[in-house]
Structures are given as structure tokens and as C-alpha cells.
């Protein structure tokens, strides 16, 4: 089944049989029921987008609240699913500029009530936050060859999963990487593409490094 939505679509996040989606260019959460396909009648305006602001959503199913990236205003808004109501919860520019200047919010993911947030700009980086507190749980460290930094989400075994751009063997291959938090790589996936005639053909190789056994706490 597919759904019919105007605008561009950059994030889609679902709770209680409900899908909720944001779109480039609107300062509204649209909402569609999962069983008929259809919209409902109530929107979530958020009157602080602006422009192309809203670039993800993800929501938490212990505190029932959204979360959405916000690149204009680069910050983090949260929104309650029951009342509607929304905050600014963590704003990039006050949280960072004395750590890492030009971190810059793109992309959401969360583990529990553990919230990760993807920042592609150069240098790239991965930060995990503490959903009841905004607290800064840690800085996930990045090998150096890794120029583009493009989603990143935590596993149930205290490592974390990134897709990116730049490997050892070549800084222009596209390749899936889980890395401990202290920039040890346990192993990658490398994402080719090869033109065969008309058609894109992928391949994926797995590589397993020699000390991917070595855990830092």
C-alpha cells in the first residue's frame, strides 16, 4: 500500500497504529492512519519551522514524544502525540559551539531513551543524548578518513552502526561501518555501484578487521 503526501517527504516515524510525517518546505506534522491508508483530520503545526527546516522524526514509545530535526534553526524540537503541545528541547548552537563549531543537526535515530544525532558537516560526527535530560551521553569518535557522515543508529550490544562516505582502501567509496564509541571499527560493509549497460548493478563485501575483538569499555 503507499501513501499520497504533497510535499517532499524527509521524515516518517510511527506510534499507536499512527504514522507521522514531516515534509521540506511545511511547518506541519501530518498524521495518517495505518489501517485505511488516509490522513486524519489533525495536524501538529509547529510554528518554529521555517524554509526546509524539518529533515527527521523519530519517536519514543516510553515518553510518547517526537522528535524532529531541525536544520534552519539547527536544533531538536519535541512534541507530545497526546496533547499536541512542542518545545525547542535542545538547541545545536548553545550545547556545541564550544565543543565542535559547525555541528549542525541532520539526521535522528533512538535506542530506548537514548537519542542519536547525526551531524554531516564537515568534520562529521555522532553524538548520543539522554532523552529525560538532554544530558550529552558521549561522542562517538570517527576514523579520519570518513568525509561524509549520513545516518547513525545505536545497537542493542553498545555499538553503533553509520553509513558514510570514505573508506580505508578508497575516500570515494560509500560503505556501512559498526564502530565502538572510541573509533575502533569493528567491521564495514563497502556499497559499490557498477554500470552494466542500462542498468545499476550493487555489490556489498563484508570485511571483518584483525583486532575487531578488542572491546573498549
Same mark, same amino acid.
Given at each position: 500500500? *503507499?501513501?499520497? $503526501? $504533497?510535499?517532499? $517527504?524527509?521524515?516518517?516515524?510511527? /506510534?499507536?497504529?499512527?504514522?507521522?510525517? !514531516?515534509?521540506?518546505?511545511?511547518?506541519?506534522?501530518? /498524521?495518517?492512519?495505518?489501517?485505511?491508508? =488516509?490522513?486524519?483530520?489533525?495536524?501538529?503545526?509547529?510554528?518554529?519551522?521555517? +524554509? /526546509?527546516?524539518? /529533515?527527521?522524526?523519530?519517536?519514543?514509545?516510553?515518553?510518547?514524544?517526537?522528535? !524532529?530535526?531541525? *536544520? @534552519?534553526?539547527?536544533?531538536?524540537?519535541?512534541?507530545?502525540?497526546?496533547?499536541?503541545?512542542? !518545545?525547542? *528541547?535542545?538547541?545545536?548552537?548553545? =550545547?556545541?559551539?564550544?565543543?565542535?563549531? &559547525?555541528f549542525t543537526v541532520t539526521s535522528l535515530s533512538l535506542m530506548s531513551r537514548r537519542l542519536i544525532?547525526?551531524?554531516?558537516?564537515?568534520?562529521?560526527?555522532?553524538?548520543?543524548?539522554d532523552t529525560t535530560d538532554t544530558q550529552l551521553l558521549c561522542v562517538v569518535s570517527l576514523p +579520519?578518513?570518513?568525509?561524509?557522515?549520513?545516518?547513525?543508529?545505536?545497537?542493542?550490544?553498545?555499538?553503533?552502526?553509520?553509513?558514510?562516505?570514505?573508506?580505508?582502501?578508497?575516500?570515494?567509496?560509500?560503505?556501512?561501518?559498526?564502530?565502538?564509541?572510541?573509533?575502533?571499527?569493528?567491521?564495514?560493509?563497502?556499497?559499490?555501484?557498477?554500470?552494466? +549497460?542500462?542498468?545499476? &548493478?550493487?555489490?556489498? @563485501?563484508?570485511?571483518?578487521?584483525?583486532?575487531?575483538?578488542?572491546?573498549?569499555?
Amino acid at each position: 500500500m *503507499w501513501y499520497v $503526501v $504533497v510535499h517532499v $517527504v524527509s521524515g516518517v516515524a510511527c /506510534l499507536d497504529n499512527i504514522m507521522y510525517v !514531516v515534509c521540506a518546505m511545511s511547518s506541519t506534522i501530518q /498524521l495518517y492512519n495505518m489501517d485505511t491508508y =488516509s490522513p486524519l483530520d489533525v495536524v501538529i503545526k509547529v510554528d518554529g519551522f521555517i +524554509g /526546509l527546516c524539518p /529533515l527527521d522524526i523519530v519517536v519514543c514509545r516510553h515518553d510518547r514524544q517526537l522528535y !524532529v530535526a531541525d *536544520w @534552519c534553526n539547527n536544533c531538536i524540537w519535541r512534541v507530545s502525540v497526546d496533547d499536541k503541545s512542542y !518545545v525547542k *528541547w535542545l538547541s545545536m548552537a548553545q =550545547s556545541l559551539t564550544d565543543i565542535l563549531p &559547525g555541528f549542525t543537526v541532520t539526521s535522528l535515530s533512538l535506542m530506548s531513551r537514548r537519542l542519536i544525532v547525526t551531524s554531516s558537516l564537515l568534520p562529521p560526527s555522532l553524538r548520543q543524548y539522554d532523552t529525560t535530560d538532554t544530558q550529552l551521553l558521549c561522542v562517538v569518535s570517527l576514523p +579520519g578518513y570518513m568525509k561524509e557522515l549520513h545516518h547513525g543508529v545505536e545497537t542493542t550490544h553498545s555499538t553503533f552502526i553509520v553509513a558514510h562516505k570514505g573508506t580505508v582502501q578508497d575516500k570515494e567509496q560509500y560503505a556501512v561501518s559498526e564502530l565502538f564509541r572510541l573509533c575502533c571499527l569493528v567491521k564495514y560493509c563497502v556499497i559499490s555501484q557498477q554500470i552494466i +549497460g542500462n542498468t545499476v &548493478g550493487k555489490a556489498c @563485501c563484508m570485511f571483518t578487521p584483525q583486532y575487531n575483538k578488542i572491546r573498549i569499555p
